[in-house]
């Protein structure tokens, strides 16, 4: 396959545009980053067909963190969506991924591509949706849904290519309690069940590149067989798409294509390190994007701090993407507060994912937040905190303008300042 004009085959020249901005942003040297984007260890989701803040994903990058809004069959409110990913922004997401699957999906995919961060989708959905069932979902759907996706300006496509014969058989071998969750794997699966013909992302991989290559969007390699449940995660599908994920990256670097790889949803917490080596000793370092993983099964309603729990402990391993859980995970479509307090859990964890993988950058900010504390300057604090209207809200809810109220007068802080400051003083 010859390599057409892609941001990998512009690094193996030079340093284009897009690395310089990275590069400056995260305090890497240029040609480095570029160096990261030809290995397939740093990707940049930026389709050329609309321009939009940039964001690195990878190597010597920040911890970055997707959140998923959609319409569904049940609930189609496109205003509630747009309204859904406006918030997410706001609340720090660096990029949004639409899974719609209900109403104009054209439409409602346009609206979020007028936002200003890179975006993704699963094409496959509205192939089904076009199909009527998965069944009925051939190539030249699939391949046409993938097309339209990337003309309409989307940076990046989660792809399930991973979903073949071999794994549906590991599934069948080693049954699980879930089976399959993922809404993307079940259809691929459904339609190799009904059909005994192979995935044609898998079959057709490399046609599937030339596309992706055409329009320099990045190819997220879906798991299909993600664990559905913790009590599912050692069972040997998810191990067998692992392996195949594994030569599929490498194909595609080979083809010039950017790439990422998505990793396991529900795992028990001692297993989250082996998880994430293992993904990345099989791709060569690709970006490792996460769902949680969520540690526990038994806290709906909370599942977005299980997830960041989870995320947490997949960063101290290498994981470079986390995709917010909402609380309404496993309950229901998510609304805008649902988006605003999971999307603020995963920026909870990617910082201090952060915090191991850089730890000098991620100190300055802790460093400033401690002195701000000694000082007791409030403005300081909710200047350097990750939420500063949520922190300045609760401060001021019980009218103390210079001490939290938990100490009130019996202020720690203050009582050890004036003793460093004159031992011999007595407090009162």
């Known amino acids: 396959m010859s390599l057409m004009h892609t941001l990998i085959t512009a690094c193996l020249s030079g340093v284009p545009p897009e690395v310089e901005t990275i590069a400056r942003e995260e305090g890497l040297n240029p040609h480095h980053a570029a160096r990261a984007v ?23 990058c920040r911890v970055r963190v997707n959140v998923n809004v959609g319409t569904s069959g049940v609930r189609c409110d496109e205003e509630l969506e747009v309204a859904k990913a406006r918030a997410a922004i706001a609340e720090g997401a660096d990029t949004l991924m639409d899974l719609s699957t209900g109403g104009d999906l054209v439409r409602i995919r346009r609206r979020i591509l007028e936002l200003d961060v890179p975006v993704g989708t699963v094409p496959v959905y509205e192939a089904v949706r076009r199909a009527g069932n998965a069944v009925d979902v051939d190539a030249d759907l699939l391949f046409t849904v993938i097309r339209e996706h990337c003309r309409q300006g989307v940076d990046f496509l989660t792809l399930h290519a991973g979903m073949n014969r071999e794994a549906l058989s590991a599934l069948r071998l080693d049954p699980r309690i879930m089976g399959v969750v993922s809404r993307g794997g079940a259809f691929h699966i459904a339609a190799i069940a009904a059909t005994g013909e192979e995935n044609p992302l898998y079959a057709e991989f490399d046609y599937l590149l030339e596309i992706l290559a055409e329009y320099d969007v990045v190819a997220s390699l879906g798991d299909g067989m993600r664990p559905g449940a913790v009590v599912d995660a050692a069972h040997l599908a998810k191990a067998t798409e692992y392996l195949t994920l594994g030569r599929l990256a490498k194909r595609a670097l080979n ?4 790439r990422m790889v ?9 297993q989250i390190g082996c998880n994430v080596r293992m993904l990345k000793e099989l791709t060569d370092g690709a970006p490792l994007y996460l769902l949680g993983p969520l540690v526990t099964d038994i806290a709906p309603g909370y599942d977005h701090v299980v997830g960041a729990i989870g995320g947490v402990i997949a960063c101290m391993y290498g994981a470079d993407f986390l995709c917010m859980v909402s609380p309404s ?14 999307t603020r859990a995963a920026r909870i964890a990617a910082h201090v994912g952060d915090m191991v993988r850089n ?16 000082n007791l300057d409030w403005e300081k604090q909710f200047e350097t905190a990750l939420f500063p209207d949520a922190a300045r809200r609760i401060h001021e809810r019980d009218g103390v303008p210079d001490t939290c109220s938990m100490c ?17 003083r007595k407090t009162a």
């Open 329 to 342: 995970e496993h309950l229901a479509l998510p609304g805008v507060e649902d988006i605003v307090e999971g």
């Open 38 to 60: 030809t290995r397939g260890r740093l990707v940049i989701p930026a389709n050329p067909r609309r321009p939009h803040r940039l964001c690195g994903i990878g190597e010597g």
């Open 255 to 258: 083809a010039g294509v950017q």
């Open 359 to 374: 730890a000098e950058r991620s100190r300055n900010r802790e460093l400033r937040m401690a002195e701000a504390r000694r």
């Open 408 to 424: 009130g007068d019996l202020c720690a802080v203050k009582m050890v300042q004036e003793i460093l400051k004159d031992p011999g």
């Open 262 to 270: 998505e990793g396991p949803g529900h795992i028990p917490a001692e």
